[in-house]
């Protein structure tokens, strides 16, 4: 009896102790038939070396020709057209800042970075086929190489690119978000939605991908060249970040005195150093090319005239651990554990909005605002004098002083790039409880329409939720058709009455078969609808969501109809053509039907022009991925990438999602260990030299 009974307790000890110990199964990359990695791994660095791995399969020759120009080196490896780029990386001291950064690191972010980079170096190793011979050069890629990838993105395309004059070339930079709670949902569950607008080329393309670490589910995107997931879900929760109202970099223009400049009326000296840039020439010898970088109580000079000089300050160089909280952000299983990640305050731009199966939905005006002495929006807003230290800060606001919303009365957020007031409809944030300085106040054509397709939802199912985020509407258009209609009928213009005609036909969108959006869209740019003396009623706080209203100039505003429908009718035929007819996609040799147009029209779906010849207009960017997520007992989620997960060349991923994107349609996420197994292409098993393919 003694020796069973001890049998027995062991077994039983053995079979604790085995069901206790998770599973450990081996590194892989599950690639399905979208282009998009499942990676399974037991550890950090083995999940961030194969996530490395995956980008370079489906990017190598965008991210080396990301790094090398991050570097500073561009001109060196590729010529002049890099010197410019290459002279305001060194100006704004990236290169001196990377170092700081690598020895300021938590360990946990340098064990991210050095796995992430050394699983891109062991592809660019196994399959150098992959790699066009001229960015070859900038191998081996270090882990400084992504600190100064990650800081250069932040701090000259968001932080930093308004005074930079970097992105005014795209006119809808930006990103929609929802949020929606259990008491507006009309199944109970919480959803969130996802959806940045950003150009669609370089470093500003997403990367899918999702990752599995022992057991735990994380799936979204990033921007290519960056480890981990950015905006992204578990089966807990999920969030999006949309471009904030921050204004986290200032610019100054210093008087210039002696060969000194100018501060509290006393000259100080510039802090003047050297470097040396060598740009390739095209026999592929190197010539040098000494710059001079100046530094200003201010922080560095990026412009100089014989009596002026501009500086730039921006917030957020001192915080090295942006992807180690974004790391923390998608390892919550809880709202308690995700704000204790933002509280690190680490990532200095984008707003935050978030939901979780628990039903909490959340929405922060995210960033490192500077605290300042003074002024409100409109002195921050524009080119500071730079004559007083009073106005150089110093500090930013913690955490605990940002606007932010949890669970509002309205069972709704939304952010589609406009102030934190304006979240919810009646407002719920008081832009009086926060510094003048803190936002300004405004709510454009976007998020009016953002917040009316909930507003007028008081039970929203998963696939409304999916047609909102789709939805091509002009609010723009429903605001203002009744008075031009109304100015066309008092006039004695044919040509104005005949376009009146068209646009009483037309559906108000902007689908690729919608008749009379040309004709709108047209008249809308001549008319100007960001101009506030064009109406009667102007835009104001205390009805945001329904001002501006009315036409201040109806005979101009008839005028510009009569003269829009002679240019079309002139160029294309008729008045009426549809909209994918001269609206298009045309991206790495596809040629579809576009839907969508400009956000400032009031578009949800956005797709903003980035060319045009005689007879189309093309889309440039806008929608880049797309998520709808519900939160029940299991996840739901639609999303779509809308170019495809890879740029190179023979990929056959490299715009494969963009006929869904000109039909209006998302992709499952295939989020569940079955979903993964019946969509699975082919997959990869980590060895001592990288990935092999699975036999």
Not at 87 to 94: D, P, R, S, V
Not at 176 to 205: C, D, T
Not at 206 to 222: A, D, I, Q, V
Not at 360 to 376: A, M, T
Request: hydrophobic share 35%; net charge negative; glycine share 8%.
């Amino acid at each position: 009896m003694k020796i069973s009974l001890l049998f027995t307790l062991i077994v039983v000890s053995f079979l604790t102790i085995s069901c206790a110990q998770p599973e450990k199964t081996e590194t892989e990359i599950a690639w399905d038939t979208w282009g998009v990695p499942h990676i399974t791994a037991n550890t950090v660095e083995e999940l961030f070396f194969a996530q490395g791995w995956a980008q370079m399969h489906n990017h190598a020759n965008l991210i080396l020709e990301l790094y090398g120009s991050s570097r500073g080196k561009g001109a060196e490896y590729w010529g002049q057209e890099k010197l410019q780029n290459d002279i305001l990386i060194h100006t704004l001291g990236f290169d001196e800042l990377a170092d700081e950064w690598g020895e300021n690191q938590d360990p946990e972010q340098k064990i991210i970075n050095k796995a992430f980079i050394d699983g891109m170096n062991a592809y660019a190793k196994a399959h150098p086929e992959a790699l066009d011979e001229k960015n070859k050069v900038v191998l081996p890629l270090t882990a400084k190489d992504a600190n100064m990838h990650a800081m250069y993105v932040v701090f000259t395309r968001f932080i930093g690119g308004n005074d930079l004059g970097r992105v005014q070339q795209w006119p809808d930079l930006g990103s929609n978000a929802y949020a929606i709670s259990p008491k507006r949902s009309a199944s109970g569950n919480a959803m969130l939605v996802q959806n940045p607008h950003l150009p669609w080329w370089k470093e500003f393309l997403f990367f899918e991908s999702h990752l599995n670490l022992n057991g735990k589910n994380m799936y979204g995107s990033t921007l290519i060249g960056y480890p981990g997931i950015a905006i992204g879900f578990n089966k807990n929760l999920g969030w999006s970040h949309t471009n904030n109202t921050i204004d986290n970099a200032d610019t100054y223009e210093l008087e210039l005195n002696d060969g000194g400049y100018l501060l509290d009326g006393k000259r100080k000296e510039f802090e003047v150093s050297s470097k040396i840039i060598k740009i390739k020439q095209e026999d592929g010898t190197l010539v040098d090319k000494e710059i001079t970088i100046m530094k200003t109580v201010h922080g560095p000079v990026v412009n100089k005239t014989k009596g002026k000089a501009l500086a730039i300050r921006m917030a957020g160089m001192d915080r090295p651990n942006m992807t180690l909280q974004w790391w923390r952000m998608i390892n919550s299983s809880n709202f308690n554990e995700f704000e204790s990640a933002l509280k690190m305050a680490q990532l200095p731009y984008f707003n935050v909005m978030y939901a979780d199966k628990q039903g909490e939905i959340f929405y922060l005006f995210n960033g490192l605002v500077p605290k300042r002495s003074s002024g409100d929006w409109d002195y921050w807003n524009r080119i500071i004098p730079g004559g007083k230290s009073e106005d150089v800060w110093t500090e930013v606001h913690d955490y605990a002083d940002l606007p932010k919303i949890k669970n509002p009365e309205v069972g709704w957020l939304q952010n589609a790039n406009d102030p934190p007031w304006t979240s919810t409809i009646p407002v719920s944030i008081d832009p009086k409880d926060y510094p003048s300085y803190m936002a300004p106040k405004s709510m454009s054509f976007r998020p009016q329409r953002a917040a009316r397709m909930l507003i007028e939802d008081e039970s929203i199912t998963f696939d409304e939720l999916v047609a909102y985020k789709l939805s091509t509407r002009l609010e723009f258009a429903d605001r203002i058709l009744d008075d031009l209609f109304a100015a066309v009928d008092a006039s004695e213009s044919k040509k104005a009455k005949e376009a009146k005609k068209v646009l009483e036909n037309w559906d108000r969108e902007a689908n690729a078969d919608s008749k009379g959006m040309l004709l709108f869209y047209s008249w809308a740019r001549k008319f100007n609808v960001g101009r506030s003396a064009n109406y009667t009623e102007p835009w104001s706080m205390d009805s945001p969501n329904t001002t501006p209203d009315g036409i201040a100039d109806a005979d101009r505003a008839v005028q510009l109809l009569e003269q829009t429908a002679i240019e079309v009718e002139t160029k294309f035929g008729s008045l009426d053509p549809n909209w994918g007819d001269y609206y298009r996609i045309n991206y790495n040799g596809k040629n579809l039907p576009a839907n969508g147009v400009d956000g400032y029209m009031g578009v949800f779906r956005v797709a903003w022009p980035g060319g045009s010849d005689d007879k189309n207009m093309f889309v440039g960017g806008g929608d880049s991925w797309v998520g709808v997520i519900e939160f029940g007992d299991t996840v739901k989620a639609k999303v779509l990438l809308s170019y495809g997960n890879s740029t190179q060349k023979d990929s056959p991923h490299n715009g494969d999602q963009l006929e869904l994107f000109s039909k209006k349609e998302l992709r499952d996420a295939w989020f569940t260990k079955s979903e993964v197994e019946s969509n699975t292409a082919r997959i990869e098993i980590l060895t001592e030299n990288g990935f092999r393919e699975k036999k």
